[in-house]
């Protein structure tokens, strides 16, 4: 089953254009994303495509390729837009993001049923010009 097309005008249109009802349609019951952050199910990815169209103005998520094979498509993305709202606690900076990423998705029966994203977050933060965010060291006594 040929499942690439209809998986990427739905990623496109949730991602790209905040329709997060596309999105919901094309994901099993038990779907679950896989990142370097952990697991999640699909409120929370729900809830970051909210999140960047919230803070990102003009956001946009383009399809740069698409590969599928058997059960598996592989997306390599990009995201960009204008940092206009306040973002994992970085307040507005009114810079241009972008960000480069893959996600590899398993598919059941018209439906995906797990992804494993990876990006890099140092490209976002960087992009909005943040280069340290500090941390303290523990001492012991």
Do not use: C
Request: net charge negative; glycine share 8%; no cysteine.
């Amino acid at each position: 089953m040929n499942m690439l097309p209809r998986i990427i005008e739905a990623w496109s249109r949730a991602w790209g254009e905040g329709d997060t009802r596309a999105f919901e349609e094309i994901v099993a019951e038990n779907y679950v994303r896989r990142s370097k952050s952990g697991q999640e199910g699909l409120p929370e990815v729900i809830r970051q495509i909210e999140e960047s169209h919230a803070a990102f103005s003009d956001f946009t998520m383009d399809v740069l390729h698409a590969v599928e094979d058997s059960d598996l498509i592989a997306i390599n993305w990009q995201s960009h837009g204008r940092h206009t709202g306040t973002f994992m606690g970085v307040p507005p900076t009114q810079r241009i993001v972008t960000v480069n990423g893959a996600s590899f998705l398993r598919h059941k029966d018209g439906l995906i049923t797990e992804e494993s994203v990876v990006w890099d977050p140092r490209e976002l933060l960087s992009s909005m010009n943040i280069w340290h965010l500090g941390h303290q060291v523990r001492t012991n006594p």
